[in-house]
């Protein structure tokens, strides 16, 4: 009555909200004001139990039942509220679940790792048969592009990927989409990803649209995050030790841990401990370079190959080569630090050897690397280039640690310029998708999807809120593209089991439930969180 008041009849207090900010605290208020009012019901159901029993104590035994349950109301309310807070499961993840959880992420990896690349043009092929020998599916769509380029990013932040793996891999695919044919900036349904030729026939999904979309927007903050992330910390240790610990899983199935024992030991002591400071963490990863050499090297001797262990064998090497290549290309100047220019340090002074403590205690990110900021390095290389008369044993130390400091930096900056490349052509590619033609402003709903061969919009019609088009949904509204009102035209239809509410879908399927929620938040005790 209030809002219809003030809407109609007075006009006035029409931008009245409470901030986000201090809603906690009045949450907190209403609920210590709902406590005493609870409080001060048990102390009216104590005081009328005392009249009755004075006045008609022949009532009390029947009112007695009732009066209990008003007295016990505080404590009620406090069990309720515990419980609505306890209500939905998460907390710490234990160590053992973290382990499985990491081993199938890196089990994971493994289709894309296989099968993206320069032969399917960077793009992901739609499914690899096993059983049925037909092997892959040399088709894409928008929405396995854009996993792919989420699962890329995904590979990199759990240690699979170098950083300078992650931006060439994204880039090269974002350079394939880009001379894709598309209509109205979305892209089509399906693509040979040999030819490149969209198939027949030709046709805008919303689906996919919305999921490419979601995956753009995550993309373009993620690749705009790497590069002021550490270009090396313990992510590519715990990702070397997840490789490792799918291949002691194979070589267990495969009765064959005893044969290399040695070397799994060596590597085993290796990866115990995770580093944490620069130079402990280059000189772990240097040291994992010849056991695992070794171990690769020893199974592709054998005949036959080893199948399974020998492909995680390999695929352990390439992983601390890549690591160690990047160290390579990024890294020399703080191992010349570390370890090769003491005789510099100390003829340059105190302040010298302060700047290299300082260079040495934190791992530079890639941008701070190209811009030259990273703490200590630039005041070092100022008083080498400053250090007036160097004795002759020293003036080559003083050359060769410029140079690797200016290659670093070049290396850098042209990697920044990549990942640069990366971030505008996601953007280019979300800002060209509109949503509007999808969407019936009559029905108030998502079409299916838009038929280009026909020139047609789809007769069928995303009515139900439990749906995969729900992130389209929820991204054309926050992009503006369609009004909000359409949120609250989906219908949320439920039916229940076992004692508990299920928001109903067409099919009951998880992409239908779960996929969505891949990017969007899920709410506690929700309909939606309790059917997922």
Request: proline share 4%.
């Amino acid at each position: 009555c209030r809002v219809w008041f003030r809407r109609w009849v007075s006009g006035k207090h029409l931008l009245q909200w409470t901030t986000a900010q201090a809603a906690p605290e009045r949450m907190r208020a209403q609920a210590r004001s709902f406590f005493l009012q609870m409080l001060s019901i048990s102390a009216l159901s104590v005081c009328l139990a005392v009249v009755l029993y004075f006045v008609r104590p022949g009532s009390l035994p029947f009112a007695a039942p009732f009066l209990s349950l008003w007295v016990r109301s505080p404590l009620v309310s406090v069990i309720l509220k515990a419980q609505a807070a306890g209500g939905s499961p998460g907390g710490v993840v234990s160590a053992a679940r973290e382990e499985r959880v990491r081993r199938t992420a890196r089990q994971t990896w493994r289709y894309f790792a296989d099968f993206v690349g320069p032969d399917t043009s960077w793009l992901p092929p739609d499914n690899f048969q096993v059983f049925q020998g037909r092997g892959l599916a040399m088709r894409t769509s928008p929405t396995n592009i854009g996993l792919w380029l989420l699962s890329a990013l995904g590979a990199h932040d759990f240690g699979y990927l170098t950083v300078d793996e992650v931006i060439g891999r994204i880039l090269q695919s974002l350079r394939t989409v880009k001379g894709l044919q598309r209509y109205n900036g979305h892209l089509l349904n399906w693509y040979d990803i040999r030819t490149l030729k969209p198939l027949a026939p030709r046709y805008v999904s919303t689906v996919d649209s919305g999921n490419l979309l979601g995956c753009l927007w995550t993309l373009h903050e993620g690749m705009r995050e790497v590069v002021d992330k550490p270009l090396l910390g313990q992510q590519a240790w715990r990702g070397i030790r997840d490789t490792f610990g799918v291949l002691r899983t194979v070589l267990r199935e495969a009765d064959r841990l005893n044969e290399h024992r040695r070397v799994l030991t060596t590597l085993q002591e290796h990866l115990t401990d995770p580093p944490e400071q620069m130079m402990e963490i280059i000189r772990c990863l240097r040291r994992a370079v010849a056991p695992t050499a070794l171990l690769a090297n020893a199974l592709r001797e054998e005949k036959p190959a080893t199948g399974e262990v020998l492909y995680w064998a390999e695929r352990l090497e390439l992983e601390v080569a890549a690591w160690v290549s990047l160290m390579d290309r990024y890294f020399s100047w703080a191992e010349l630090l570390a370890e090769g220019v003491d005789g510099l340090l100390a003829e340059l002074g105190a302040e010298a050897l302060e700047a290299r403590d300082r260079a040495l205690a934190h791992v530079p990110s890639l941008r701070a690397l190209a811009t030259g900021e990273v703490p200590g390095l630039r005041d070092l290389s100022r008083a080498v280039e400053k250090g007036g008369e160097l004795s002759e044993v020293v003036r080559e130390d003083a050359r060769m640690l410029l140079e690797t400091v200016e290659k670093a930096q070049w290396f850098a900056g042209e990697m920044l310029a990549r990942q640069e490349e990366v971030v505008g052509e996601s953007l280019a590619l979300a800002e060209g998708m509109g949503m509007q033609f999808l969407y019936d402003a009559e029905r108030r709903l998502f079409a299916i999807g838009y038929n280009v061969s026909g020139q047609r919009l789809d007769g069928s019609y995303y009515d139900l809120f439990a749906s995969e088009a729900r992130l389209a949904s929820y991204l054309a509204i926050a992009r503006g593209d369609v009004p909000t009102k359409h949120w609250l035209a989906m219908a949320r239809p439920y039916g229940s089991m076992r004692r508990r509410r299920v928001l109903l879908s067409w099919s009951g399927s998880m992409f239908e439930y779960l996929m969505p929620l891949i990017f969007q938040r899920s709410f506690d005790n929700s309909l939606l969180e309790n059917a997922c």
